[in-house]
């Protein structure tokens, strides 16, 4: 029974290890699948393989196609007898057997082969062999081979077995770690070259965002040479040409990678600083280092890179709009080399900080312009006032505050102008009525009066003119008004129209006496002898008389209107009669001039004083009839316009240029005279004319046209 029983015992005893080394089997096939790194697929094999055959020692050798070690892992040894062991193998012996006759190889003894070679120093000693070739794809990818079978002499034929699967599927792994290796080696050269991309784009955004934070670069030029190091380099400098022809480099900032990068490019810079500012500054000319056997600058350049150990290097100008403000100077140490794409970023911040440069120069100009222009408005005997187009933000000089009597805040110009500020009348003006306003709108102001109205102290008189400021496209962007005090002049001007109102007032009576003995005169020489030549002396006595009678009544009533005192008496009157008794009365002098008159006899009657309106009609026929050509006809014509009376008295002669016509209405302004005409007079009938018109609160004003037709026209209002 005893025997019976081990009989059937023997066979399950071995189909159960059988068993058990191919579940260890599969589950080294399935670690050793599963591992990617090639050192570690070599390692996980050889341990795996040494437990599943069953041996004291394992290794495994990764060969290229020349047959050249690449990898070599073992299992059985301790780190220790592994480094006293005097190399590794070398592919002599057994291992050249292996190595050049793919195939397996079992030996019990390798003492006793001839084919063996021996262990190398401090080996430990090893008896049985089993070796099998590693291939995948039909390569050899190297050599499996173990020594010492656990618990027998020599490695059997199931072993061989084993051994060639394991090794079948370590080919496998092996392939795949390779194909791994190679598939992450060029994913990490992508990401790497992404990553670079991303930090060179984060460089000129990071950059320019730098530089457009404020105009005064220089300051941040340090900050600048710091984050560019980051990325391209181990040491950066900047440097700038000091003004004028043939400038000097100054190096404003610097970084280096530690004090060693720092130390060594200050040093370069000191040597070279001539030199880059002649070749690189003054030339325009970039210097480019990929690597110092390359070349690629001047030998000495070169000499002092060696010299600080820098091998790569790249030196640009710092330029814009055809102007070289500096240069950047970058410098990379071994292993550092650089390529193309450094080069191309590295001109990408030099245009940056070039034109930084050149907007940080501009701004410099503008703020000096400013300045220059700041002290002149700041001393400009007239106040000026400087209105933004697009903002509304008013500025006004130091002169323009004392004309208002106070310091005025930028945020309440307009509101404290609009309160002070006064038409003659006393009238206020909105904001659309103010002369920067309409300059604005594109209007230019010249001469109006006004009155300033001080917190303490008189009243100023001023004069004001407004322009628009337009930029080069057109666009108005701005509107200057200048306040001039004519005060002074309004006081002289005062002094001399009381002095010819006095002066006139009392000619009057001189003129009157001598107006009243020349009547008489000529009374008397009539009853007594009617001789024509004292007749002819007393009437010119008596004209002259009347035309300095004349004379002195328009100075009269010049300086009334000059000082705002014009007296009116008025009362209803008709205009359409009133027109018509005058143009009778002037028919009578009319000469070969024919007057026609047009009234609407609808017209309603009006609120005026009818003795100056008859001044006014009968001075404009006095000038229609000197001022037009013989024979030819003057009309008048009257109207009713809305809720207005229109009066127009036209005739027909050389006409009144343009530029006079502003002038029409001034004092003592007097039209050339026509041709074989001598028009005498002061020149005050029209400035008397549109200040008894105004005085009834309408306007005048005259249009011509050359060789033709002069129309002087008249409105009031009926109310």
């Known amino acids: 029974?005893?025997?019976?029983?081990?009989?059937?015992?023997?066979?399950?005893?071995?189909?159960t290890g059988l068993l058990a080394r191919l579940r260890a089997f599969n589950d080294a096939a399935l670690s050793i699948t599963a591992e990617l790194s090639p050192a570690g697929v070599l390692q996980l094999i050889v341990e795996t393989a040494k437990d599943v055959v069953g041996a004291r020692y394992a290794a495994l050798e990764e060969h290229n196609e020349k047959g050249d070690l690449l990898l070599?892992?073992?299992?059985?040894?301790?780190?220790?007898?592994?480094?006293?062991?005097?190399?590794?193998?070398?592919?002599?012996?057994?291992?050249?057997?292996?190595?050049?006759?793919?195939?397996?190889?079992?030996?019990?003894?390798?003492?006793?082969?001839?084919?063996?070679?021996?262990?190398?120093?401090?080996h430990p000693p090893m008896k049985s062999l089993l070796g099998v070739p590693v291939m995948a794809r039909g390569r050899v990818l190297g050599n499996l081979y173990f020594a010492d079978k656990l618990g027998a002499d020599e490695f059997s034929e199931e072993d061989e077995q084993l051994a060639v699967m394991l090794a079948a599927h370590a080919g496998i792994a092996i392939e795949n770690a390779r194909l791994y290796g190679q598939t992450n080696a060029s994913l990490r050269e992508k990401i790497d070259r992404l990553q670079q991309a991303e930090r060179r784009a984060r460089l000129v955004a990071d950059l320019g965002e730098l530089l457009s934070r404020s105009l005064k670069v220089a300051a941040v030029l340090p900050e600048v040479a710091k984050k560019t190091v980051d990325v391209l380099g181990d040491f950066c400098a900047i440097g700038l040409l000091s003004s004028g022809t043939g400038g000097q480099l100054a190096f404003v900032a610097s970084h280096g990678v530690g004090y060693s990068g720092l130390g060594s490019g200050r040093e370069f810079l000191r040597n070279t600083c001539d030199r880059i500012t002649e070749?690189?500054?003054?030339?325009?000319?970039?210097?480019?280092?990929?690597?110092?056997?390359?070349?690629?600058?001047?030998?000495?350049?070169?000499?002092?890179?060696?010299?600080?150990?820098?091998?790569?290097?790249?030196?640009?100008?710092?330029?814009?709009?055809?102007?070289?403000?500096?240069?950047?100077?970058?410098?990379?140490?071994?292993?550092?080399?650089?390529?193309?794409?450094?080069?191309?970023?590295?001109?990408?911040?030099?245009?940056?900080?070039?034109?930084?440069?050149?907007?940080?120069?501009?701004?410099?100009?503008?703020?000096?312009?400013r300045g220059e222009l700041q002290a002149v408005v700041d001393?400009?005997?007239?106040?000026?006032?400087?209105?933004?187009?697009?903002?509304?933000?008013?500025?006004?000089?130091?002169?323009?505050?004392?004309?208002?009597?106070?310091?005025?805040?930028?945020?309440?110009?307009?509101?404290?102008?609009?309160?002070?500020?006064?038409?003659?009348?006393?009238?206020?003006?909105?904001?659309?009525?103010?002369?920067?306003?309409?300059?604005?709108?594109?209007?230019?102001?010249?001469?109006?009066?006004?009155?300033?109205?001080?917190?303490?102290?008189?009243?100023?008189?001023?004069?004001?003119?407004?322009?628009?400021?337009?930029?080069?496209?057109?666009?108005?962007?701005?509107?200057?008004?200048?306040?001039?005090?004519?005060?002074?002049?309004?006081?002289?001007?005062?002094?001399?129209?009381?002095?010819?109102?006095?002066?006139?007032?009392?000619?009057?009576?001189?003129?009157?006496?001598?107006?009243?003995?020349?009547?008489?005169?000529?009374k008397m020489v009539r009853e007594v002898h009617d001789h024509d030549k004292e007749l002819r002396a007393i009437n010119n006595i008596r004209v002259s008389a009347e035309r300095l009678s004349s004379m002195v009544a328009d100075l009269l009533d010049a300086s009334r209107i000059d000082v705002n005192r014009v007296s009116l008496e008025k009362r209803t009157v008709n205009l359409c009669q009133l027109t018509r008794d005058v143009v009778e009365r002037t028919v009578a002098i009319g000469g070969d001039h024919e007057l026609h008159v047009e009234v609407d006899e609808h017209a309603p009657t009006i609120d005026a004083d009818p003795r100056r309106l008859e001044?006014?009609?009968?001075?404009?026929?006095?000038?229609?009839?000197?001022?037009?050509?013989?024979?030819?006809?003057?009309?008048?014509?009257?109207?009713?316009?809305?809720?207005?009376?229109?009066?127009?008295?036209?005739?027909?002669?050389?006409?009144?240029?343009?530029?006079?016509?502003?002038?029409?209405?001034?004092?003592?302004?007097?039209?050339?005279?026509?041709?074989?005409?001598?028009?005498?007079?002061?020149?005050?009938?029209?400035?008397?004319?549109?200040?008894?018109?105004?005085?009834?609160?309408?306007?005048?004003?005259?249009?011509?046209?050359?060789?033709?037709?002069?129309?002087?026209?008249?409105?009031?209002?009926?109310?």
């Not at 780190?79 to 291992?95: K, N, S």
């Not at 084919?115 to 190398?120: A, E, H, Q």
């Not at 005090?485 to 007032?505: C, G, M, N, Y």
């Not at 000197?626 to 009066?647: E, M, P």
């Open 615 to 719: 001044q006014v009609l009968s001075n404009l026929l006095s000038n229609a009839m000197k001022y037009s050509d013989q024979g030819t006809a003057i009309t008048v014509k009257l109207w009713v316009d809305s809720n207005q009376i229109r009066l127009s008295v036209a005739n027909q002669g050389p006409g009144i240029p343009e530029e006079e016509l502003p002038k029409l209405f001034t004092r003592f302004h007097r039209c050339p005279s026509p041709p074989n005409k001598q028009v005498g007079g002061l020149g005050l009938g029209l400035y008397i004319a549109r200040g008894l018109i105004e005085s009834h609160g309408g306007r005048i004003w005259a249009e011509s046209e050359i060789g033709k037709l002069t129309i002087f026209h008249i409105a009031l209002p009926i109310q």
């Open 1 to 15: 029974m005893v025997i019976q029983a081990s009989y059937h015992n023997a066979p399950v005893t071995q189909s």
């Open 279 to 369: 070749h690189v500054a003054h030339g325009e000319s970039a210097v480019f280092v990929s690597h110092l056997d390359k070349g690629g600058a001047p030998t000495d350049l070169l000499a002092a890179m060696r010299k600080a150990k820098f091998t790569s290097g790249l030196m640009l100008p710092l330029r814009s709009h055809n102007q070289v403000f500096g240069a950047l100077v970058c410098l990379g140490y071994q292993p550092r080399r650089m390529w193309e794409a450094e080069l191309i970023l590295g001109r990408l911040l030099a245009e940056r900080i070039g034109g930084a440069l050149h907007n940080a120069k501009l701004y410099e100009r503008v703020e000096t312009e």
């Open 379 to 522: 001393g400009s005997p007239a106040g000026i006032i400087i209105v933004d187009a697009k903002t509304g933000l008013i500025s006004v000089n130091r002169m323009t505050e004392r004309l208002l009597g106070q310091e005025i805040p930028a945020d309440k110009t307009r509101d404290i102008y609009l309160q002070q500020i006064r038409r003659p009348d006393g009238s206020r003006l909105s904001i659309k009525q103010l002369a920067s306003t309409r300059a604005l709108r594109g209007e230019t102001v010249l001469g109006e009066e006004l009155v300033i109205l001080r917190p303490q102290g008189e009243p100023r008189a001023a004069l004001v003119n407004a322009a628009p400021v337009r930029n080069e496209d057109g666009e108005i962007v701005a509107a200057v008004a200048t306040l001039q005090d004519i005060s002074p002049l309004k006081a002289l001007e005062k002094l001399r129209e009381e002095f010819t109102a006095l002066v006139a007032h009392d000619l009057r009576v001189p003129i009157s006496v001598i107006y009243g003995y020349a009547q008489l005169l000529e």
């Open 72 to 122: 070599f892992a073992h299992a059985g040894m301790s780190p220790e007898i592994v480094a006293r062991i005097e190399h590794l193998p070398r592919g002599l012996g057994l291992l050249g057997v292996l190595l050049h006759e793919p195939r397996p190889i079992r030996i019990s003894d390798m003492s006793r082969d001839p084919r063996s070679v021996g262990f190398p120093a401090h």
